[in-house]
C-alpha cells in the first residue's frame, strides 16, 4: 500500500523544518521533523525515497531563503519516520 503527498522544507536559522503533507483530505496531519543540519536533512529525505538530484536542487533552493516543496510517493513501513 503506498501513499502521495508531498514534503515541503524551510531553512529555520541553522536548523530545517520538514512537513508532509498527504493528498489524502482523510488523512491524519503530521507534525513537522527538525533536521538539526544539511547532512541530516539529507539524510532523511533520501530515506524517504527522494533521488539525489532532486535533494540538491532543494538544498540549492533552501541557502537562497526559499523554501522547497518535493512531491512524494512513501511505502506504508517509510511512513512514521519523521513523526
Excluded: F
Excluded at 46 to 63: C, K, P
Aim: aromatic share 8%; charged share 15%; net charge neutral.
Amino acid at each position: 500500500m503506498t501513499e502521495t503527498g508531498m514534503l515541503s522544507v524551510v531553512r529555520r536559522g541553522h536548523t530545517y523544518q520538514v512537513r508532509y503533507a498527504s493528498s489524502d483530505p482523510y488523512s491524519l496531519d503530521r507534525p513537522a521533523y527538525l533536521c538539526p543540519d544539511e547532512g541530516t536533512l539529507g539524510a532523511l529525505l533520501l530515506q524517504w525515497g527522494i533521488d539525489a538530484w532532486s535533494i540538491h536542487q532543494a538544498v540549492t533552493e533552501l541557502r537562497q531563503g526559499r523554501i522547497a516543496v518535493l512531491p512524494m510517493v512513501s511505502a506504508q513501513a517509510q511512513r512514521g519516520v519523521p513523526a
